[in-house]
């Protein structure tokens, strides 16, 4: 029989340690790898930008005047329309209906807003990096960066 070596148990017992540190998944990380999951058929929900108020060519605007991006995205299920200005964000789904509206970033972090019954709704705040929306139940845009 091999007899352990006090090296070989002090092996053991950080692997031991790293497997344990291993089953304590944050729930954050558990929270989007169900997500991750839960979105395998993504492509299918995918809301594709149809406009963009940046890549729109505009002889129209003054030198210095800051106005708000435009953006609209669109699949078979509908239509989301978005006003972005600044860390305020008006929105309006179409069809209309009462709906979640969450953006959220490339870490998870989130902001979300219920709509009115005309599919109306406000985000207040900026998050980090590029950015999606998802119509919670309908659809999911592709990433946008402001």
């Keep these: 029989m091999n007899e352990s070596t006090p090296e070989d148990q002090a092996v053991l017992d950080d692997l031991a340690l790293a497997l344990r540190a291993y089953d304590?998944?944050?729930?954050?990380h558990r929270e989007a790898a169900q997500a991750a999951f839960a979105r395998r058929n993504i492509d299918e929900e995918l809301m594709e930008l149809t406009y963009d108020s940046l890549t729109e060519a505009s002889t129209v605007r003054?030198?210095?005047v800051d106005e708000p991006?435009?953006?609209?995205?669109?699949s078979s299920i509908g239509t989301l329309e978005l006003e972005i200005?600044?860390?305020?964000?008006?929105?309006h789904v179409l069809p209309g209906?009462?709906?979640?509206?969450?953006?959220t970033n490339v870490?998870?972090?989130?902001?979300?807003?219920p709509?009115?019954?005309?599919?109306?709704?406000?985000?207040?705040?900026?998050?980090?990096?590029?950015?999606?929306?998802?119509?919670?139940g309908t659809g999911t845009t592709q990433w946008l960066t402001f």
């Design 107 to 113: 870490v998870g972090q989130r902001v979300e807003s």
């Design 69 to 74: 991006r435009t953006v609209s995205f669109s």
């Design 97 to 103: 209906g009462t709906v979640t509206v969450v953006m």
């Design 115 to 136: 709509s009115d019954e005309d599919g109306v709704f406000e985000l207040m705040g900026s998050l980090p990096g590029p950015v999606r929306f998802t119509i919670e």
């Design 62 to 64: 003054s030198a210095g």
């Design 24 to 28: 304590d998944v944050d729930p954050r």
């Design 85 to 91: 200005d600044g860390e305020r964000i008006m929105g």
